[in-house]
Each structure stands twice: as structure tokens, then as C-alpha cells.
């Protein structure tokens, strides 16, 4: 298996933080509103100003234990530190992480001791000196430094700190989410928990442009959302959560035909949204609808159903082109190529919840299969 590049894996600890934040929204209570990236990763705070908990989320990609110098502890509790008047307002402050926690670790035991051993134990991490540990002192040293909090101020948020270690990784994703969605039969829960998350992520667009959810936000959301999904008979489309083909990405699907065939009919500006329809429709829906037999059932006739209004489009077009030169053949197959990619988005088999993005997606599929040809001046394979 190829080796998972940085990048990857940052978008990786993104995606999973908003799981875990969407996984705290079903433990809000009246009056309390799930924050995201606002005041630490994941913030529950409450409209009477008893903020509750502040979480960090730490994800990692294989077994990966906390070393008594981690990174990821050392950098978060520095943080924490350096807003400690933030800090102050919470009940409670979490490390959430997939790393474990080993029997000789400094943070084994750490939710159970007091805080007179937890600073001891931190002390302790920094005494000897050592050689590469530049990344480490400076965490280190702005913790301990009278200059950035009291040694009271800092016991007092040592005492609020729990390890919530060995978390599920990203792909055990459905289990953290089993009792919450257990009243969506089973084949459409991933499709709820993405719904769900949609909607979340969808809040930054909003003003203030903050991920704010609160308590009657999201009791809303579900409501919606078992509406839509507590029913076995049909599925909905599965929620595109967002993101970008990588420019790695962009570059393989340059070469695909379905691009070639926009660039004989010498339509470049479309190219790109053209891409991005393809790239969502396979990475962020059909990836997620493969177990889904419902869905992918009822694929095949609504293609089938696509590429027949393509071919009455072109004969359609064809006719008018008769005895026409190579330019006017040009421009009626870029006004053709606009006719079909503005589709009203239409519901298919079982599936409801159509969207633009996903019919152009698959007529761009039906395209690169050679199926369909956007020139006029070109017969099609059938």
C-alpha cells in the first residue's frame, strides 16, 4: 500500500474531528451549543456562560502510542496554557486521541491521580536535557515560566485534564455512531450519520461564519434526518462532506476522456466544473453508496435513462446542423453540452435526494466510457 502522504493525513484528522463533533452534538443539552474551531477543536459552552467541556482531537493512522514528550500533549497542554483565561471558563478539559497510553508512560494512570502527581509527573518529563528536544523545551518551558501562568493557574487546569486515549480511528467511524443512528435500519445509517455531518460543516456559510450548533440546531437536524432515512423502502443520496480533488488528482483526470471530448467541442472553461461534478460523484458519493444495495440497484436504469435523453438531445441538434460549417457545428455542441449539464437533477429508482453535481457527474461518466460523444460532427458508439 502506497505510503499516505502529509497532506492526506491532515484531511484525514479533519474529517475525524467533525465526526467526533458531530458525535458530542447528540450529548447536548437545552441551552448548550456544540463550537468547532472556535475555542479549541470541539467546545460544548452553554447560553449561561458555564462553558462545559473543551476537547483536542489527536487522530493517527496506525498503533501509535503517547511518549511522555508527545508532541500532540505537549503542544495542546502549552496551548491551553497560553489561553489560560479561556481555559479557566471550562469544567473540563479533554485529550482526545487513537494513541495509547503504555505502562510506563508519564499519562498512564493520569486520570486517576490528583494534581499534585500530574505536575510532579510533567516536571519530572522535562529535568534532563537532551540533545534533540528543541520542539519539546519550548512547550515545555512556556508551561513552567512564570511568565505565562501562576503555578496556580496551572494546577488548576492540570486538574481539569482527562486522557481519553485509544479512541476508534477513522475507519471504525460507525461503531462510535451505533447507538445514535440504532433507530435507522442499518443500510441507511452511514447515509443519516453523512446527512447529519453535512449539515454541520454547511453552518460555516452562514454568519457569522462560525461552526456554531446549538442544542435546537441540531435537535432540528435529526428530526430531518429520520425523516429521511428511517425508511428502508428507499435511500437518499449520500452527502458530499465537502473537500476538492488534490491537484495530483486533477492532473490524472485531465487525461480522462470525458475531458477530451469537451476539448474537441473546444469548451475549456467548463473543463474545470466539469472535473469537480466527476470527482464528487465518484469520491464523495459512490464510494460511500458501494454497500448500499438499494442504491446501487437502482444506478444502471437511471444511466440508461441519461444517455437516452443525450441521444435525443444530439439527434435533435443534428437535424439543425444539417449542411452547417465546422463553427456553427461548434457552437451547437457547447449549446447542447449546456442544454444537458442543466438538467433539473431528478429522482431515480429508490433513490431521492438528486442532485446537479451527481446527474452531471454520471453523464460525464457515460462520456468517458465512449458511450457519448459531445461533438456533432461525430457518431456515437451504441
Known sequence: MAAVNDATKQKIGDIYQYFIALFDCFSLKKGESMLIETEGDVSIVSHSGQNRIQKEIKHHLGKRNLSDRDEDFWNTLDNWCKNKHSTATFEKLIFYTTSGISKN??????????????????????????????????????????????????????????????????????????????HIPLENRRLYIEFLL????????????????????????????????????????????????????????????????????????????????????????????????????????????????????????????????????IDESQDMYDRATSWPATDFGNVVGNTGYFQNGIIHEIVDEQAFKWSLEEVDEH
Open 105 to 182: 508512560s508519564a499519562f498512564y494512570n493520569w486520570n486517576t491521580v490528583d494534581t499534585d502527581a500530574r505536575y510532579r509527573l510533567l516536571k519530572d518529563c522535562g529535568e534532563e536535557r537532551r540533545m534533540r528536544e528543541s520542539s519539546f523545551r519550548q512547550h515545555y518551558d512556556n508551561i513552567f515560566s512564570a511568565n505565562t501562568l501562576t503555578q496556580k493557574e496551572l494546577m488548576d487546569i492540570l486538574g481539569k485534564i482527562e486522557i481519553w486515549s485509544d479512541q476508534s480511528v477513522i475507519s471504525e467511524i460507525d461503531q462510535i455512531f451505533a447507538e445514535a443512528s440504532r
Open 198 to 329: 453535512g449539515h454541520i460543516m454547511a453552518k460555516v456559510a452562514d454568519p457569522p461564519y462560525k461552526w456554531h450548533v446549538s442544542f435546537d440546531d441540531f435537535e432540528q437536524m435529526v428530526i430531518d434526518a429520520t425523516g429521511r432515512f428511517a425508511k428502508s423502502d428507499h435511500v437518499y443520496l449520500p452527502s458530499d462532506t465537502g473537500g476538492e480533488p488534490s491537484p495530483e488528482d486533477c492532473a490524472a483526470l485531465q487525461e480522462k476522456v470525458f475531458v477530451k471530448e469537451i476539448e474537441r467541442i473546444e469548451y475549456d472553461q467548463v473543463i474545470h466544473s466539469a472535473i469537480d461534478d466527476y470527482w464528487r460523484t465518484h469520491t464523495q458519493v459512490l464510494r460511500s453508496a458501494q454497500s448500499n444495495i438499494l442504491f446501487m440497484a437502482s444506478l444502471p436504469a437511471y444511466k440508461d435513462d441519461l444517455k437516452r435523453r443525450l441521444d435525443g438531445e444530439k439527434r435533435q441538434a443534428s437535424r439543425r446542423m444539417r449542411g452547417q460549417d465546422h463553427c456553427a457545428h
